[in-house]
T-cell receptor, first 115, second 115 residues
């Protein structure tokens, strides 16, 4: 099993450009998440999808959109990239329904630089 | 405000030595506490998950302790190895229910093990 995969691994964008970060999981998990990790800060939740067909905002959603394409795939789109979006982006997935005693699995991350 | 504070920010130890990392939290209502290991350039990987009723939990050379009364946790690493060099992240889950990603992340402790 590959677990959680993300593409691309690295990306450099110019301010104003757009791009989509892709995420897929093969563990048949219902819930998927997008986080960003910045130096000196903990991971922060951007958007999440509790199940196929639903998406909700997290702590820092501004400047991003998401699509839960199917149960396996959850993409993150930057419509007009800004230097403040330079970060490492992690996708994660978990099962367990509403139980707080879940195991959450993270992808390897996408390192994005906006110049 | 729900917060997770970790100390120290960084730590350098010699191979074979033991070390202890600290985590204090103010998350309420508390559900469980997790420790993750994040290797450079990788996503976080779960080491332990502890509920309020568990005082100690081990995973190989990693031993986590939890004092729910004082809202403190520690991660003790025994007989460190070079492969232990990583960031260790304390994460607290609150009893908000649902799948909205109710995890609060600490900023991590960066551990370097030198030969």
């Amino acid at each position: 099993n590959a677990g959680v995969t993300q593409t691309p691994k690295f990306q450099v964008l110019k301010t104003g450009q757009s791009m989509t970060l892709q995420c897929a999981q093969d563990m048949n998990h219902n819930s998927m998440y997008w986080y960003r990790q910045d130096p000196g800060m903990g991971l922060r939740l951007i958007y999440y999808s509790a199940s196929e067909g639903t998406t909700d905002k997290g702590e820092v959603p501004n400047g991003y959109n998401v699509s839960r394409l199917n149960k396996r795939e959850f993409s993150l789109r930057l419509e007009s990239a800004a230097p403040s979006q330079t970060s490492v982006y992690f996708c994660a997935s978990r099962d367990g329904g509403g139980s707080p005693f879940f195991e959450q699995y993270f992808g390897p991350g996408t390192r994005l630089t906006v110049t | 405000k729900n917060q997770v504070e970790q100390s120290p920010q960084s730590l350098i130890i010699l191979e074979g030595k033991n070390c202890t990392l600290q985590c204090n939290y103010t998350v309420s209502p508390f559900s469980n506490l997790r420790w993750y290991k994040q290797d450079t350039g990788r996503g976080p990987v779960s080491l332990t998950i502890m509920t309020f009723s568990e005082n100690t939990k081990s995973n190989g050379r990693y031993t986590a302790t939890l004092d729910a009364d004082t809202k403190q946790s520690s991660l003790h690493i025994t007989a460190s190895q070079l492969s232990d060099s990583a960031s260790y992240i304390c994460v607290v889950s609150a009893f908000w229910g649902g799948s909205q990603g109710n995890l609060i992340f600490g900023k991590g402790t960066k551990l370097s093990v030198k030969p």
